[in-house]
């Protein structure tokens, strides 16, 4: 027989043993072990690339939104049936229940949707055969103690294993099969086609009979082979065969529809408890639907900014790496070049970590890594190594993988060959702030006419790495230090509530690290402040989130709550272990090199008092309502010891300019649900307490943000910042003149809502006199609420900020960006903010005399009885640039102590 793979549709028809035979002779059957693994002009065939006997990774070839559905066992794909968090709900907290008028429900069948893993090396259309040999292993379990017999997972029927073909995406899955036809055999022992649901009838498949009874009563170790062959028949029109064999029994199925509904990636597909292995899957087609689908082994290596510190004259930082496959050790090498003299395999290691794999991380290393220089004398460059290899490289660029709307952009390579960059940390500091980023359906992309069109629907549901053509085209021109990603950065559970440590990170890797955002991760420093949906529940705070990791049986699974919790904070701190019950004390201050310039995470969320309004209602005080109102003076916002850390923070710490980062939405400016009914006059049911989208505002507990305004108010410098909203918006506070700005979506729509009297001065819900100095809104663009003109693009946006101490009064400017938009444009939503440090904080009540003390010094002024009062820099020439103090009478003897990390000086001066 030829050795030629030139054989055509039907060809693998022919006996077991002549096929083994042929594939020997082609070079397709790995040595020894019968499974397929190479692959030919015109045909490709593998169950698994067996690089290992046993994984839960699946080589790169088989993607799905599902992987946690599968796992190498024994060098052939298995079905996984247990995994941590595979009873997840998809529902919100309590207060979406709340807001519709109805109660939570707890109880809920937690059976799965069908999960579908596909070869993304195959984009089949026109003719074509798909066919796989499946070992059945146990049918499904019977019910246990505990859980309900009428659960589909325990009925007959629901179980199943089949071929998927006709997808548009290798993410069709689970709740997102758009376009797959599926043909499987039941555990109700039926062979069935399953078209999706809800479609056209210009885009159905027909047939005699599409389900049939196929007594085959599998015993374990039975083998199954399936194969569906798709033939065009007519213009436009394809006949499918679906060929079920098994124990000396034969089914057949006929279907035709349009070509169209056959074209696509193909795979294979499970539902319920079935046990089963594919022991060979093979595609006989022409070489033309052949993708270019190459190795891609490292996810991300991004640094974590608000980790670097110096010990012993050393600076260091971790960097968390996310790898596509098993491994044993991660490296990272920095130098200063980013073509260091001799290659990167000269450059000296900077730290090596072990990469791990356990039940809540999958294939992550954190290396703290020693700089070889301080970031504030230069650019440092670096490369990420597993078990001795460079992965730096993004081997997506310039193929298949990385197509219209993957948004990639940037000085970098078509090849993909960049390294990772970490900016130069001196002033003036620019930031990027970046929210709301889920990006799974649509594209935007330019018309000849000069206007944006955004193209693709329901059925061409995907993870997009970025919304538009031309995203970040000119993100190198601001020259930005750092990305803030805040609140919203992955959403855990927009497109499924992920039932598998590894679905979690596929949500992750497919959010965060596609070719454009894994480039900004790399290029820049980061630091990421979750918000609810990163959680992987909608509007997690309060208490209620830590009961419902506590607690079972609260209307969601318990497990997956805990493991999305260690899951996140190991991504956005790289810590190695996580108390998955614990609250996580996630606040903290990164304060650059030089001293100069502090940037704080916060926690709104997960250390507020809860939203409910209704006390006692078991103890008599039930027919009152909201008697623990949202104004109440004793509700928290922050929590005591988080808000206590920022208070000591803000007091004491030496930089001139401040960037919080976490608080979402102070003032009261957004409005809730559209559909909520109105409450008293229409400002109240614009802003209703029981309505859930308000209460997730930061503003909704009055008492804390009046209380953190006030802090912020208390010296001059600070900038609050912050996401969630989905809408980019620059305001001031006018008593206390603190500045609080929104920004986002990236990717997402939805932005809220404003309140009845918005405007460029007005008073927000709660009385506070604002200045709306920039609004980008999806139906407006600027603070008169004008809208968009025609032609523009969608109002994707982020933040760029800058902050420069080194003025004598500190420069600030803040403005709303486009994706697409470059520095030198114009400013969205009607301008931006350019002030200075003086123009913030609450006007002054004494001043310092001149004065005079060691050059480049954090200096601290304090009462004499020791109380802290505020920090502040000497300036080179040792003068110390302090308008005056606030909350401090004329006439008070203050003591001010400088440091400049060697020295110290110490004097008392009388304001006046």
């Not at 193929?399 to 940037?410: E, I, L, R």
């Not at 943000?705 to 909203?725: H, M, N, P, T």
């Not at 006007?843 to 050059?855: E, F, G, N, Q, Y």
């Amino acid at each position: 027989m030829s050795s030629q793979p030139s054989q055509q549709p039907g060809d693998y028809n022919r006996p077991s043993s002549d096929r083994r035979e042929f594939l020997k002779t082609a070079g397709l059957l790995a040595a020894g072990t019968g499974v397929l693994v190479g692959a030919g002009e015109a045909a490709r065939a593998s169950a698994v690339a067996a690089t290992s006997e046993a994984s839960l990774v699946l080589p790169s070839q088989w993607q799905s939104l599902n992987p946690g559905f599968w796992q190498v066992d024994g060098g052939v794909l298995r079905r996984r049936l247990s995994n941590v968090g595979d009873r997840a709900r998809a529902t919100g907290f309590p207060f979406h229940s709340a807001t519709r008028g109805q109660q939570m429900k707890t109880e809920y069948d937690p059976s799965l949707p069908p999960g579908i893993i596909y070869r993304n090396d195959w984009n089949l259309q026109g003719g074509y055969t798909v066919e796989a040999t499946f070992v059945y292993r146990a049918a499904a379990p019977s019910c246990p103690e505990g859980d309900d017999p009428a659960w589909k997972m325990y009925t007959a029927g629901y179980g199943w294993m089949g071929l998927a073909f006709g997808s548009k995406s290798v993410f069709e899955s689970y709740g997102k099969i758009r376009n797959t036809l599926q043909v499987v055999w039941s555990d109700n022992d039926e062979l069935a086609l399953i078209a999706p649901k809800n479609r056209s009838r210009t885009r159905t498949v027909t047939g005699e009979q599409l389900k049939v009874k196929a007594g085959l009563n599998l015993q374990p170790g039975d083998q199954v082979r399936l194969k569906v062959g798709v033939s065009p028949i007519a213009r436009n029109v394809s006949r499918m065969t679906a060929e079920l064999q098994a124990n000396g029994i034969t089914k057949t199925l006929v279907a035709e529809g349009p070509s169209s509904m056959f074209r696509g990636y193909a795979g294979v597909t499970a539902r319920g408890l079935v046990d089963f292995e594919v022991s060979e899957f093979a595609v006989d087609a022409p070489a033309h639907n052949r993708r270019n689908a190459p190795e891609f082994d490292c996810f991300s290596c991004y640094p974590l900014g608000d980790t670097l510190q110096q010990t012993d004259g050393q600076w260091t930082c971790r960097f968390v790496s996310l790898f596509a496959s098993d491994g044993q050790t991660a490296e990272l090498r920095i130098a200063d070049s980013p073509t260091p003299q001799g290659g990167w395999a000269s450059v000296p290691v900077a730290g090596t970590a072990k990469i791990v794999n356990h039940e809540w991380r999958r294939n992550t290393a954190v290396i703290t890594a020693t700089l070889p220089v301080s970031p504030a004398s230069t650019t440092l460059y670096y490369t990420i190594w597993k078990d001795g290899v460079d992965v730096t490289a993004d081997t997506r660029i310039g193929t298949d993988q990385c197509g219209p709307g993957s948004g990639f952009v940037g000085d970098v390579p078509s090849s993909g060959t960049y390294v990772g960059r970490l900016p130069q940390l001196t002033a003036p500091y620019k930031l990027c702030g970046l929210s709301c980023h889920a990006i799974t359906s649509g594209l935007q992309q330019p018309q000849e006419d000069g206007s944006w069109r955004i193209l693709g629907g329901s059925d061409d549901w995907q993870f997009r790495d970025q919304p538009s053509m031309g995203s970040y085209q000119h993100l190198e021109d601001y020259d930005f230090q750092v990305m803030v990603w805040e609140d919203d950065v992955w959403y855990m559970e927009l497109v499924l509530y992920p039932p598998s440590t590894d679905d979690a990170y596929r949500v992750v890797t497919s959010s965060i690290c596609g070719p454009t955002s894994r480039w900004q991760m790399m290029r820049h420093w980061n630091i990421i402040n979750p918000g609810d949906h990163d959680y992987g529940m909608d509007d997690v705070k309060g208490p209620e989130q830590i009961a419902i990791r506590r607690v079972d049986g609260l209307g969601q699974d318990a497990s997956y709550m805990r493991r999305n919790f260690q899951i996140v904070h190991h991504l956005i701190t790289g810590d190695e272990q996580v108390d998955p019950l614990a609250n996580p004390k996630k606040w903290r201050a990164w304060k650059m090199p030089n001293r100069d310039f502090t940037l704080v995470i916060l926690d709104s969320r997960l250390w507020r008092s809860s939203q409910d309004t209704d006390i006692w209602t078991a103890s008599g005080w039930g027919a009152f309502k909201s008697l623990y109102d949202r104004t109440d003076p004793t509700r928290s916002l922050l929590g005591e010891e988080q808000f206590a850390w920022l208070q000591n923070l803000v007091q004491t710490d030496s930089s001139r300019l401040i960037c919080l980062t976490g608080i979402n939405g102070m003032h009261t400016v957004w409005a809730g649900t559209k559909n909520r009914a109105s409450v008293g006059d229409h400002i109240a049911g614009a802003f209703d307490q029981r309505d859930r989208v308000t209460a997730d505002y930061a503003g909704w507990v009055k008492a804390g943000a009046d209380r953190v305004l006030e802090l912020l108010g208390s010296r001059d410098g600070i900038v609050s910042v912050y996401g969630d909203v989905h809408n980019g918006c620059v305001m001031t506070n006018q008593q206390h003149r603190v500045i609080e700005c929104s920004f986002g979506p990236i990717g997402r729509s939805g932005g809220r809502a404003v309140i009845p009297g918005f405007g460029p001065q007005m008073k927000d819900f709660d009385g506070r006199d604002v200045a709306i100095h920039a609004l980008y809104h999806k139906e407006y663009a600027g603070p008169n609420l004008q809208p968009h003109e025609d032609g523009q693009p969608f109002y994707w946006n982020f933040l760029e900020m800058a902050f420069d101490p080194r003025p004598a009064d500190p420069a600030i400017a803040m403005t709303v960006r486009n994706l697409v938009d470059g520095p030198s444009e114009a400013a969205r939503g009607g301008g931006a903010l350019q002030t200075t440090a003086s123009q913030t904080g609450r006007p002054v009540d004494s001043r310092v005399p001149a004065l005079k003390t060691l050059p480049d010094a954090d200096v601290h002024f304090s009462t004499v009885d020791g109380e802290p009062i505020r920090g502040t820099r000497s300036l080179g020439d040792g003068s110390v640039p302090l308008s005056g103090l606030i909350d401090v009478p004329s006439g008070s003897r203050v003591l001010m102590v400088a440091f400049d990390g060697q020295q110290t000086d110490a004097q008392v001066v009388t304001t006046t």
